[in-house]
């Protein structure tokens, strides 16, 4: 041997070099993603981590420079102007069915902005972060001008006309009501008529189907104690003439593709028509008593002394009226009545007189 390497070894040794550069260079950009991962997953989800993966912001900071400090640097720039940006936050809340514009918008905004960077050797961070601040004033204002959802309607119901599109959730986010709405009273006297309508106040679908449940006589809202009466798509639940047996809750469900939208109730009391004059003739009794026994318009104490009671001047008025009223009705029956007996007597002495005459003759 004259000392000189072979020339496989030469190669080898060459070939061995590089791929140890570019395990190194694997190794480092492994390291480098997971430093930006966990830098742009620590904060709170955005709209920018809903449509781009770690990798992507990455490869966007990357392209660019070696230096790991810039990366840092460029990877917090990008969680203080997109994910931690309420604007951009705001801007995302749009309605059902346009995050897919909203993924648009934003990638027009950021791939050009990898390309550009791609062909530099280095950026100045302020030039960097200038950039970054355009394309989310831009997504900002693009974004604002999609379709906003229609809003929630409260009390109850499943609203999806009034979904929204959550940035910090990457999906969209239901009005958040429930589904049983609050009990409404209906009163009804016996063999009147009664309607229950079953209807809201938001958007329904069109495929809708009603489905009407009665609990006799209870006032609840657990679906056990519940039987189904009908079926169909009728909004109206009518009753001609109501009794007894049909006071209870009913309640009414619409549901839309075998999914449950809103549970309405109606609590009807049937009131018979001796229980109805009862019950006005002991509020007015009520009204007429004060505590003790003692009429409207007495003002005495509870440790006043016992006085005569005095009624009350209306009350005077009242029965001197009544009083009055019958002393002229009975002064006109007799005033009636005596002519009849004025011409009684006349008649009788005619007769006296004529049978007088007629013994004579």
Known sequence: MNGKEPKFLSQFHTSSSSMQLQMNSCIVKSALWLVCASLLFSSSQS?????????????????????????DTCMRMLNRIFNNNNSVIAAGRVGRGYDK???????????????????????????????????????????????????????????????????????YVSCELPLDCPVRRINVTENNRSRMWCDVQFRLPDNIKIMWRFAEEVETRQMN????????VDKLYYIPSASP??????????????RSIVRLYFYLTVTSHNTRGYEKLQDIFDLSLLPGGRLLGSTAADDDPPHV??????????CLTSLLLLLFLTLGALYWSLPEKTNLSE?????????QLNSYT
């Open 245 to 258: 047996q049909h006071q209870g809750t009913y309640m009414c469900e619409i549901f839309s593709d075998q």
């Open 47 to 71: 709209c920018y981590q809903c449509f781009f993966e770690a990798r992507d912001s990455v490869r966007l900071c990357f392209e660019h420079t070696r230096s790991h400090m810039v990366i």
């Open 225 to 232: 104690q519940f039987e189904v009466v009908t079926v169909g």
């Open 101 to 171: 514009q909203l993924n648009d918008i934003l990638h027009a905004e950021i791939r050009p902005l990898e390309a550009e960077f791609g062909l530099m050797e280095n950026v100045v961070p302020a030039m960097y972060e200038g950039r970054l601040q355009t394309a989310a004033d831009n997504f900002i204002a693009a974004a604002s001008r999609l379709p906003r959802a229609s809003g929630c309607v409260p009390p109850c119901g499943f609203q999806s006309a009034g979904a929204v599109y959550n940035c910090d959730t990457c999906r």
């Open 309 to 318: 009671f005095l009624p009350p001047l209306l009350l005077l008025i009242a």
């Open 347 to 355: 008649n009788d002495g005619d007769d006296l007189g004529s049978g």
